[in-house]
């Protein structure tokens, strides 16, 4: 695979063939319609008012479009470029841009089959393919495509909220199957016993009523489901979420990070132990690959582990991976019959694709094993318009076993067929409705394409992790950079678990994190949209803060190593840093240093405008 | 304007138009990439082993789209055809669609301003003209584009939800404000009344501790936060809805039907007097423009007017109008100045626009009334991708007063400038997170072309309307469809108050409900892709079924009317109905006549089939 065919290339390198297969797209098309019935009449020809109408019209749009044009030209963020060093995009593959636009000709709506009978199914198959990824069994697995990671984070928090209500509901309605359990033991049926339970519910014909006496049909009860535990680095979706599913922000829960920002899972055991002491229950878990600040894998194969424990005393809790970012990165460790490959073949595998020894620093053990637990998850979201570098909005919810549906399932008479069991009936198991068929279409072309493994996708995201890695130790091992008789220097919050770089600048001597803080900041807007029109800018930096108030004290030892006093930082409670998110494979090409050398000239220039 | 240059046409009409356009933009883009440092070096030139690369990547995308092509003609609708008599959908406008097409090679992310400064503010443009369109002054209002209609509704309840238990926590935080209000008095403070009453929190600094004791922190409060009254007639996602908010459905309750399908209001009271009586609050009622199934379009007026004498007796409901398909039906109202048009000029505005006198049965002074109505509301759903035709998916939530936004905003370092009272932040006021900029794009192109008053939108649907006025009394006015010894009738479900029709088919002498069902069902089959790939179809329509479940026994008039008798009715509980939503604006045009004989040939020919 050539990773630079794979898009439209930053000097548009391939127009040639974009064009050529849009052409041919729309000739097919245009086709389609003309075949369809062709002895219909075509619209009448025109007398002269109407042909002046036609022309208003017609001009009307082009000049609509006239003006969309210059305003996405002015207004558009070159996420093509390598000097791209900004947000969670890039250029998207050319397959799935071109089969996102041929889709739209046909307009399909993938809320019913009826709508869709070409795309519903290729939904369901990029939902077979994505379990596969994650490691579940595709034909036990459910899958589907959302608006994006957001709702796919709701979806899999409703699921488990009203998986976790039905042993209460079958006590009720089938008080022989449950035992004589308390309310603390019902809290902790382990989710695939409850849906062994839902079975035998089915069987005794008893499915509705048991619905009817859940949290879908009561609401909330009084006194709440439990904790949902999240990590301080957590997505903000979750807080959003909390609220929205009626459970409450107050019943969030927030577990420390570590010096590497992933998830301290000493204290989510400590947080566990401290509720079941009072016996609150724990509905979930949330472990995050690839959070969305730093890029932090946390150790899901500790978290699992954890969970086996606590199982033996008969305490459970759901947990969802949060692989909304990092998903797709599995795929570099699977081969071509998605085996996931021993520790060792990981690296030789990459030498083999020609980076040098010293380039394959990634991954270390900790991020495998990660990776590598992820299919004894209970849901798990990844988007597909993150590292699947397919167009937005796309993102999806998978879960290990499809039964669990039925605890959120609907029918509605004008779109689907109640009187059959397909599962192609899209919109009765989801949150959403109506939804483009255009994005599923762009993703299966995308993986038709670009495989799930590590030849395929693995290839792609691990140029970027090496574009990343450069980016990485180029800012470490960066001497001071003087701007007249300014020195300035730079750290990074740690070293990148994925591919995002998080660093911040700060003038020698300096002390104070206000200042810090404001250099920065400017840094920032000379990098930025800020400075005028983002196409005008050298490079495209993001940025975010790291404060008391979502990490404790733990950026605090960035600080330190910034030169900044203890003090300084309980005064200012937040540190502003700058962060790269590098998804562009391109740095990891073979100009590299000719790239860096202009990043930093450019950077000399913009520090010197500042001083 | 020229109703048939607005889309590409049912045999590709205006292929050289868009041909142009779309080679325009191609070239407009492929220069933007190429002309962002131009200096920059293109990809590298390739060695043989290389080259050998690149030509099967290329190959292996070019074998992709083929197959997407391909699956896409067999699999795919034509909605574009006037053949075409199913679903809630129709050809899109080529401004849009051309419009999304072009947005998707800059892939903008509405979820941030940053990473979309060229579409953010379309949306935001949008939101305002949608506001405007329903009678909401937009310089108070907000509006903005969710993925659909079932996500609107979400917000919807979301934001009243939230709105209501307001009183409740300032009452905690600050007493004074509140006074010796008790449960029911706070149950029942007027929904613009708890939003000056923010405004006074917010003055004092205390709205973070009014929030964090609302029910966002605390959850739903044991005993619930009241019923939710819909019409029988309601989209399924609002069963959904009451589940994922933590509601519970057993707080629906259902408003019955007239014999028009739309919300019996006296019913409605009968239902509020009952809950007001047992001190049961009334958290919202739901009234619906435009039926999913029926296109009924509720009194919205008589509501209005009842909340009305409600809050005379200190009663408050929130008023949500479910206008998904209806709503953009209110341009036809509006003159240029957005000024709601005096009865007798909505029809006089349609003999200039060449209808005949005989045509302008369209609008009854009800529904005149009810799209009258909607600057009352208290939250609206429209779906742009129903009635703005533009292409899936596009949806879209209207609130009167964007102060409400307070009740479940969120903020998030990465995405948003927390030092920035910047209102085009949208991920911060919404429920969803990443979202394509694209879509609003096309919205916006959409609007652009086809302006939101009774010359625009108001004239390319009202041929939609006359489309399906002509369909309605061709079925009414139809003979006996004589089939060697067998006879067929038709009878419609009522009058459509848009451009939805239901109908279906008896033989002469048949009792049986049973049979009759069998035979629309058959029928049906031989309509819709059920018969084989829909592209051989002669007509599509669609279904969908009438049951005691969903309406009682409203449904045992139609049967009637069909030569049912009641014990049939009783004894089957269902009817199954054919469903044409006229969106298409071709009906309306000096064919008809043709097109209804051809129709009714090839119905012949089916029920030949059949017999």
């Given at each position: 695979m050539d990773?630079?065919?794979?898009?439209?290339?930053?000097?548009?390198?391939?127009?040639?063939?974009?064009?050529?297969?849009?052409?041919?797209?729309?000739?097919?098309?245009?086709?389609?319609?003309?075949?369809?019935?062709?002895?219909?009449?075509?619209?009448?020809?025109?007398d002269e008012d109407a042909r002046k109408e036609k022309k208003e019209t017609l001009d009307r749009t082009r000049e609509a479009l006239l003006e969309l044009a210059a305003n996405l030209q002015v207004g558009s963020v070159p996420w093509?470029?390598?000097?791209?060093?900004?947000?969670?995009?890039?250029?998207?593959?050319?397959?799935?841009?071109?089969?996102?636009?041929?889709?739209?000709?046909?307009?399909?709506?993938?809320?019913?089959?009826?709508?869709?009978?070409?795309?519903?199914?290729?939904?369901?198959?990029v939902g077979r393919q994505l379990a596969a990824m994650v490691g579940y069994d595709p034909l036990k697995a459910w899958g589907h495509i959302t608006s994006g990671g957001t709702v796919a984070n709701y979806e899999a928090m409703w699921i488990a909220r009203n998986l976790r209500s039905i042993p209460?509901?079958?006590?009720?309605?089938?008080?022989?199957?449950?035992?004589?359990?308390?309310?603390?033991?019902?809290?902790?049926?382990?989710?695939?016993?409850?849906?062994?339970?839902?079975?035998?519910?089915?069987?005794?014909?008893?499915?509705?009523?048991?619905?009817?006496?859940?949290?879908?049909?009561?609401?909330?009860?009084?006194?709440?489901?439990g904790k949902w535990l999240v990590p301080q680095s957590k997505h903000y979706s979750w807080v959003k979420a909390a609220d929205i599913l009626g459970i409450g922000q107050d019943q969030l829960e927030f577990v420390k990070v570590k010096k590497d920002y992933r998830m301290d899972v000493g204290h989510l055991k400590h947080l566990i132990d401290g509720l079941i002491n009072e016996e609150t229950p724990v509905l979930g878990v949330v472990v995050v690959i690839g959070t969305t600040e730093e890029g932090a894998v946390d150790e899901l194969d500790k978290v699992i582990a954890l969970r086996q424990d606590y199982e033996k005393q008969n305490t459970w809790f759901h947990i969802h991976v949060d692989a909304a970012y990092g998903g797709y990165v599995r795929t570099a460790f699977l081969d071509e019959n998605n085996q996931f490959l021993p520790y060792g073949q990981v690296k030789s595998q990459y030498l083999a694709q020609g980076f040098d020894e010293s380039d394959t620093a990634w991954p270390e053990k900790s991020v495998y094993n990660a990776f590598r637990a992820m299919a004894a998850a209970d849901s798990i979201t990844v988007d597909p318009h993150k590292m699947g570098y397919v167009p937005y909005a796309a993102g999806a919810i998978l879960l290990p076993d499809r039964r669990a549906l039925d605890t959120i399932s609907y029918f509605a008479a004008y779109v689907f067929e109640k009187e059959e069991k397909n599962p192609m009936l899209l919109g009765s198991y989801i949150m959403e409705g109506s939804k483009a068929g255009a994005v599923a279409a762009a993703v299966w072309t995308a993986h038709r394409v670009v495989s799930l493994h590590a030849g395929g996708y693995g290839k792609l995201i691990r140029n970027s992790i090496e574009g990343a890695y450069r980016f990485y130790y180029s800012l470490k091992t960066n001497p001071v950079i003087k701007i007249l008789d300014k020195e300035y220097h730079v750290h990074c919050l740690c070293?990148?678990?994925?591919?995002?770089?998080?660093?911040?600048?700060?003038?020698?001597?300096?002390?104070s994190l206000k200042k810090m803080n404001e250099l920065n900041q400017k840094i920032y807007e000379k990098f930025s949209y800020r400075s005028g029109p983002v196409?005008?800018?050298?490079?495209?930096?993001?940025?975010?803060?790291?404060?008391?108030?979502?990490?404790?004290?733990?950026?605090?030892?960035?600080?330190?190593?910034?030169?900044?006093?203890?003090?300084?930082?309980e005064k200012e409670q937040e540190v502003f840093v700058l962060r790269s998110c590098i998804m562009t494979p391109l740095l990891a090409q073979s100009n590299y240093s000719e790239y860096w050398n202009v990043f930093i000239a450019s950077l000399k220039d913009k520090l010197a405008e500042l001083a």
């Open positions: 990773i630079n065919s794979l898009f439209l290339g930053p000097k548009s390198e391939n127009e040639e063939f974009f064009r050529d297969m849009l052409q041919f797209m729309v000739n097919d098309h245009i086709g389609w319609r003309k075949y369809f019935h062709p002895d219909d009449a075509s619209l009448p020809h025109l093509f470029s390598p000097r791209y060093l900004g947000h969670m995009t890039t250029d998207t593959l050319m397959a799935s841009l071109l089969g996102y636009m041929l889709t739209l000709l046909y307009n399909p709506n993938n809320c019913a089959y009826e709508a869709s009978p070409a795309t519903t199914p290729m939904e369901i198959e209460f509901a079958i006590q009720k309605v089938m008080p022989g199957l449950m035992g004589e359990m308390n309310h603390w033991q019902l809290s902790n049926v382990p989710g695939p016993k409850i849906l062994d339970l839902l079975d035998q519910v089915k069987t005794s014909g008893k499915l509705e009523e048991v619905r009817d006496a859940s949290v879908r049909s009561l609401g909330i009860p009084a006194g709440g489901m070293k990148p678990d994925i591919n995002i770089v998080i660093y911040a600048f700060n003038q020698k001597g300096n002390t196409y005008a800018s050298d490079y495209i930096m993001s940025k975010t803060s790291l404060s008391y108030e979502e990490y404790g004290d733990r950026p605090a030892l960035f600080t330190h190593a910034l030169g900044i006093p203890h003090s300084e930082w």
